[in-house]
C-alpha cells in the first residue's frame, strides 16, 4: 500500500513515493545493485527475488516505481512473476504487455513526464499523468476511494505556489500527516497490519527529473510505521 505524490511541470517531473513492505523481508537501499544484467541502473533492490522498488537510470532520465494494488482474480503465488522485475524493465524501456504478476500500479518518468500502466489481473491500463500535483496509492490515480488522497492531495496541491524550497516543503508536509495514527486509513506513514497486510512504511524518496538532470535521494525510517 505505498504513496506516491507526482508534480509534473513544464521543466520537469518531480516525485515523493514512501515504501510500505514487510520489514522482515531483506532489501538494499539505493545502489547500482545489478551491474551485469542493467550496468548503470541505481535502485532498492528487494533482495529476495532481486528485482527493484523504485530504480532509475542516469543516463537516459528515466524513472520506475512500482505500487501494489488489488487483484480481480487472486492468483497463486507459484504461477506469478515478481512486480519487482517490471522496474527493471521498464528502465530498461519495456513495459508491462499482459503480465503474470499480481495487480499493480507502475509509474513510469521521464523530465517530459509521468504515466501510470495498471494491471488488476485481467485489464492493463495506461494513465497518462496530467500537468499538476496528483497522487495515487493502491487504487487509481487521485482515487477519491482512496482515505490518504482525499485527505492529502488538497494540501500538496497548495504547495505549487508556496515560496518555500522543494523537496523541503513536501518533506514537512509528509511529517504533518505523521500527525495521524499509522494505523488510520488517511496515513501516508502507515502500518498496514491492523488493515490485514503485514507491511509498515520503510522509507521514503524524493526524485527531480529534468533535461539536465535527474537526483534521487531516500531516507530510511528509524522505525518502521514511524516518521
Known amino acids: 500500500m505505498c504513496t506516491a505524490v507526482i508534480d509534473v511541470m513544464s521543466s520537469g517531473v518531480r516525485l515523493l513515493c514512501v515504501r510500505d513492505e514487510d520489514p522482515a523481508r531483506a532489501w538494499d537501499d539505493l545502489g547500482p545493485w545489478w551491474p551485469d544484467t542493467h550496468p548503470g541502473v ?97 487504487d487509481d490515480l487521485d482515487d477519491p476511494a482512496t482515505a490518504r488522497i482525499t485527505a492529502w492531495l488538497p494540501r500538496f496541491r497548495t504547495l505549487e505556489d508556496d515560496d518555500e524550497p522543494w523537496p523541503e516543503s513536501w518533506i514537512a508536509l509528509l511529517q504533518d500527516t505523521a500527525a495521524i495514527p499509522s494505523t488510520d486509513d488517511r496515513a501516508i506513514i502507515r502500518d498496514n497490519r491492523t488493515h490485514g497486510y503485514d507491511t509498515l512504511s520503510l522509507l521514503y524518496c524524493t526524485a527531480e527529473l529534468t533535461d539536465a538532470d535527474i537526483e534521487v535521494s531516500s531516507t530510511v525510517l528509524d522505525r518502521p510505521g514511524h516518521l
Open 42 to 138: 541505481i535502485g532498492i533492490r528487494d533482495r529476495r527475488a532481486g528485482g527493484a522498488w523504485l530504480a532509475f537510470d542516469p543516463e537516459t532520465k528515466r524513472l520506475a516505481v512500482l505500487l501494489n494494488r488489488a487483484d480481480v482474480i487472486d492468483l497463486p503465488d507459484h504461477e506469478v512473476r515478481s512486480r519487482g522485475a517490471l522496474v527493471l524493465d521498464s528502465i530498461a524501456g519495456h513495459s508491462p504487455v499482459a503480465p503474470r504478476t499480481h495487480g499493480f500500479n507502475l509509474l513510469e518518468a521521464t523530465p517530459s513526464g509521468a504515466r501510470i500502466v495498471s494491471w488488476d489481473g485481467v485489464t492493463l491500463r495506461e494513465t497518462p499523468v496530467d500537468p499538476g500535483v496528483h497522487m495515487i496509492a493502491h
